[in-house]
């Protein structure tokens, strides 16, 4: 996911406060599985690997782990976690999951969804939000200021879901 990428990299073409959001919430995400000394163990990644919805086996979480801790310490740091999730997120079937999301709720393909389409695809999904709450959730992740969430957008708020 390149967008991600930019975010992380605190690319120009990204707004500071995004990429700046998107690291705190990654390091918050670390931090709940964190030891003292910042680091996370074979235990502690697999737990946050089933809080994403992803199950490993041991060995394949001992694996992970083994090809980035440097020191072969069977722990890895916040620097190595973030690069490991910036692999997990620029996985190809990542984007295709995602686009296929947004096109469930791009009712028109115009690329964006608006108000209207936002509140019928939660009611749909059975939340029944009013006008105020679909606002605001547009707001949170329109970056642009148009009133409509762009896939860019919509991709970047699925994905700190994710990792929550």
Do not use: H, W
């Not at 959001?21 to 931090?31: G, I, P």
């Not at 509140?119 to 999904?125: C, F, G, I, R, S």
């Amino acid at each position: 996911c390149e967008y991600i990428k930019m975010a992380l990299n605190s690319q120009p073409a990204q707004p500071a406060g995004a990429a700046m959001e998107f690291e705190d919430e990654l390091k918050e995400a670390f931090s709940m599985f964190a030891n003292s000394d910042q680091e996370i163990t074979v235990n502690d990644l697999g737990q946050m690997m089933m809080k994403l919805g992803k199950k490993l086996s041991k060995s394949e979480l001992k694996k992970m782990i083994k090809g980035m801790s440097a020191d072969k310490s069977k722990k890895i740091t916040y620097k190595q976690f973030k690069a490991m999730m910036m692999e997990q997120l620029s996985n190809k079937s990542c984007d295709e999951e995602i686009q296929n999301a947004f096109d469930m709720f791009d009712k028109n393909k115009d690329g964006k969804i608006d108000a209207k389409e936002l509140k019928e695809a939660m009611y749909n999904l059975g939340d029944n939000l009013d006008d105020d709450e679909v606002m605001d959730m547009i707001r949170e992740a329109d970056q642009t200021g148009d009133g409509c969430i762009t896939f860019q957008e919509f991709k970047r708020m699925m994905l700190i879901d994710e990792i929550l």
